[in-house]
């Protein structure tokens, strides 16, 4: 039988979706215009590339991945992920933390992955999921595509530092609303405004938390994907949490695709912090359930060779010093930003010590892009705000484009 024309096979929600993801269609853009000899700084993509342009690896990640058996790396992984790989995930996350021995985790595709489940598993359909106001956008793409619903409150107070009255009130209409809330909070190096909350503003959010806490289920989500970039901030929100998780539930969403430069590899993990034993099985339990349901399970080889270099003394020193080359490489560039940038009085950014992105403040950013285009600069733009990937491009570029942004803020 042939099909009517007129027929709409797709279901109505999804009948408009866009057909490309806007950071990759400006990334080929940009790719374009250099392959065609064009002097193109391509500020847009959110993968750490050396100061040639090259993607950076850490070669003895490269290995340990090499090095796995390929039988291991042909079978299945158990549906929640090898015990070795979750184990060494919340040895690598909350060594030292009272969370340590409190904590279940699975294996997810990516931070994605723990981010879509947890919506999945910690919200009801329909129901809606917090963060600030600038967030990575595909949080908004995962909440669509679980038919859960995205809000934000107010990410950046008067004085430029986290706005933790704009948290509080958001929490409490949430918890009004709907009985239950979830809250996104990704730090340290937040996507995309490079922030991370310090332990002043942990303390104010932490009391926020705590007041909410009995109203209702409250589920914050720590986004770690970056929390290699900044690792005192990374402790610093780990210690906060950890005096919360009576009272609250404490998740986080951790990757391996930053921490080690490996992006298309897809290892990640949820982990689920939860003092009692009884409802810690139980979102055990679900969360591996969630695994079957949504992916059945994940990348094997993936898993064993992240677990070789978390846990194999030499390797993990190793991979230590590599990575840490990579950091000092960003935070170059992250100085030479400030340098540079901070005096300009048009531009206007938050707080930024490290972290693949930074984030300019500006009315119309789609014509600033645009214009930012016009003379061979290719930034994001994002509601309010230009994102400028620094983990892509190199310190002389830096220059470049502050002046470019100068401009075209004028
Ligand atoms: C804020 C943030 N969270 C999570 C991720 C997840 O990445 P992946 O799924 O590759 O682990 C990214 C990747 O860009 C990110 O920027």
Redo the contacts with the bound molecule.
């Keep these: 039988m042939v099909a009517d024309n007129s027929m709409d096979f797709l279901i109505a929600s999804r009948r408009q979706r866009p057909g490309n993801d806007p950071i990759f269609a400006l990334n080929a853009e940009a790719k374009q215009r250099i392959a065609a000899g064009e002097d193109v700084i391509n500020a847009t993509i959110?993968a750490l590339l050396d100061d040639e342009g090259n993607l950076a690896t850490m070669p003895a990640v490269v290995e340990a991945l090499r090095q796995v058996d390929s039988r291991v790396g042909a079978g299945y992984a158990p549906i929640p992920g090898r015990p070795d790989f979750r184990q060494a995930v919340i040895d690598d996350l909350l060594a030292g933390s009272s969370l340590h021995d409190v904590s279940v985790c699975v294996s997810t595709?990516?931070?994605?992955?723990a981010?879509r489940m947890a919506m999945d598993d910690f919200l009801e359909p329909g129901q809606t999921v917090l963060t600030g106001s600038f967030y990575?956008g595909p949080y908004q793409t995962l909440a669509d595509e679980a038919g859960r619903e995205l809000t934000t409150f107010n990410m950046f107070a008067e004085d430029g530092r986290f706005d933790t009255a704009a948290l509080d009130a958001s929490i409490g209409e949430l918890l009004a609303a709907q009985g239950r809330c979830m809250v996104i909070l990704?730090t340290p190096c937040h996507?995309p405004t490079g922030y991370s909350l310090d332990a002043d503003e942990w303390k104010a959010t932490s009391d926020v938390l705590r007041k909410h806490a009995k109203t209702g289920p409250l589920i914050v989500l720590l986004?770690v994907?970056?929390a290699y970039y900044a690792p005192d901030a990374l402790e610093a929100a780990v210690k906060a949490l950890a005096e919360l998780a009576d009272d609250l539930l404490v998740l986080f969403?951790w990757?391996a695709?930053?921490s080690f430069a490996q992006?298309g590899l897809?290892v990640?993990a949820l982990v689920a912090s939860v003092p009692d034993a009884a409802q810690r099985d139980q979102i055990n339990n679900a969360i591996t359930f969630s695994c079957r349901g949504l992916w059945s399970n994940c990348n094997a080889g993936g898993q064993a060779g992240i677990t070789r270099v978390l846990t194999d003394p030499v390797l993990s020193q190793q991979v230590k010093t590599e990575r840490q080359a990579l950091v000092d490489m960003l935070d170059r560039r992250v100085k030479a930003w400030n340098e540079l940038a901070g005096p300009k009085e048009r531009i206007v950014y938050p707080r930024y010590q490290g972290g693949f992105f930074t984030t300019v403040f500006c009315d119309d950013p789609k014509a600033k892009a645009a214009a930012l285009r016009e003379m061979g600069i290719y930034v994001i733009p994002t509601r309010g705000a230009l994102r400028v990937a620094m983990c892509a491009v190199n310190e002389a570029a830096v220059a470049r484009i502050v002046e470019g942004l100068d401009t075209v803020l004028a």
């Design positions: 959110g595709p990516g931070g994605s992955g981010l990575w990704n996507n986004d994907a970056y969403a990757s695709s930053k992006y897809r990640g």
